[in-house]
């Protein structure tokens, strides 16, 4: 058993943000935590009391070698999984799962423009994700060596930020690839010497015969120059697959960052 589109996070350290300057470099650290109380079958609900909790520990590093070039690399570490699933006696199956997940290696390469009131970046991402270690019954990550390529655009003005892209990834094994799209809309703001937006970004994913759109707000804020933070809450919405496959998971990430 496997969670579906765990390569769905696309952003790239400083929060997609920075350093934009050459020889900057940084790293942030996250903490996700994800449930899912529900499995589906098609569209239907069965087999109900069915739940995951998932708590991951994300390390992840960015060096600037130019304006428009950087490297990247997102080391994912499961503290603990947890699937329970009832059986037809009425007791319940308990799968458990700790470890490394996949780290990913990425090349973001960015192109700014600046207009009247406005600016923003189009971005170019290969990637590429490197099997990881674990122990237990079963696995939330591929475990297998797998390409990708992100393609995006962001622009803002004073009070406004506007971002979409789309990704594939390729696994050479027998997990399936998957593409995605998202969107994010969004409002910066200041607070005296405090900055950031606040948006909502939405995901849709195509993985294995599934469909999913999954959605939530995202608060990012710059603390100082050097120290920056994020809140994620994101949501699946709406699942649909001819199998059977956890739905309906909430997903709560908070992270720091600093900044050199």
């Given at each position: 058993?496997?969670?579906?589109?765990?390569?769905?996070?696309?952003?790239?350290?400083?929060?997609?943000?920075m350093p934009r300057w050459k020889g900057g470099f940084g790293v942030q650290i996250l903490?996700?935590?994800?449930?899912?109380?529900?499995?589906?079958?098609?569209?239907?609900?069965?087999?109900?009391?069915?739940?995951?909790?998932?708590?991951?520990?994300?390390?992840?590093?960015?060096?600037?070698?130019?304006?428009?070039?950087?490297?990247?690399?997102?080391?994912?570490?499961?503290?603990?999984?947890?699937?329970?699933?009832?059986?037809?006696?009425?007791?319940?199956?308990?799968?458990?799962?700790?470890?490394?997940?996949?780290?990913?290696?990425?090349?973001?390469?960015?192109?700014?423009?600046?207009?009247?009131?406005?600016?923003?970046?189009?971005?170019?991402?290969?990637?590429?994700?490197?099997?990881?270690?674990?122990?237990?019954?079963?696995?939330?990550?591929?475990?297998?060596?797998?390409?990708?390529?992100?393609?995006?655009?962001?622009?803002?003005?004073?009070?406004?930020?506007?971002?979409?892209?789309?990704?594939?990834?390729?696994?050479?094994?027998?997990?399936?690839?998957?593409t995605e799209g998202e969107f994010a809309l969004g409002l910066n703001f200041r607070m005296?010497?405090?900055?950031?937006?606040?948006?909502?970004?939405?995901?849709?994913?195509?993985?294995?015969?599934?469909?999913?759109?999954?959605?939530?707000?995202?608060?990012?804020?710059?603390?100082?120059?050097?120290?920056?933070?994020?809140?994620?809450?994101?949501?699946?919405?709406?699942?649909?697959?001819?199998?059977?496959?956890?739905?309906?998971?909430?997903?709560?990430?908070?992270?720091?960052?600093?900044?050199?």
């Amino acid at each position: 058993m496997m969670t579906l589109a765990t390569s769905a996070y696309a952003e790239q350290p400083i929060f997609d943000e920075m350093p934009r300057w050459k020889g900057g470099f940084g790293v942030q650290i996250l903490q996700e935590y994800r449930r899912s109380d529900q499995r589906l079958d098609g569209r239907e609900k069965v087999d109900v009391g069915s739940e995951e909790n998932v708590h991951i520990f994300h390390v992840q590093g960015v060096y600037t070698w130019d304006k428009s070039i950087r490297m990247t690399v997102k080391v994912p570490m499961v503290i603990d999984a947890r699937s329970s699933i009832p059986s037809t006696t009425g007791a319940s199956a308990t799968q458990s799962h700790s470890g490394i997940g996949d780290p990913t290696l990425a090349l973001p390469l960015k192109s700014y423009f600046n207009l009247d009131g406005r600016s923003g970046s189009w971005t170019l991402t290969p990637q590429i994700r490197f099997p990881g270690g674990r122990v237990g019954d079963y696995t939330i990550y591929p475990h297998q060596w797998g390409t990708g390529l992100f393609a995006g655009y962001e622009t803002e003005t004073h009070q406004i930020i506007l971002g979409l892209g789309a990704s594939a990834w390729h696994f050479y094994g027998e997990h399936p690839g998957n593409t995605e799209g998202e969107f994010a809309l969004g409002l910066n703001f200041r607070m005296g010497r405090y900055s950031g937006h606040f948006k909502w970004k939405n995901h849709f994913i195509y993985e294995d015969e599934t469909i999913i759109y999954r959605g939530g707000p995202v608060l990012y804020g710059r603390i100082t120059d050097e120290i920056h933070g994020q809140l994620q809450w994101k949501r699946d919405f709406y699942t649909d697959r001819g199998t059977r496959g956890y739905a309906g998971t909430d997903s709560f990430r908070i992270g720091l960052a600093f900044v050199y």
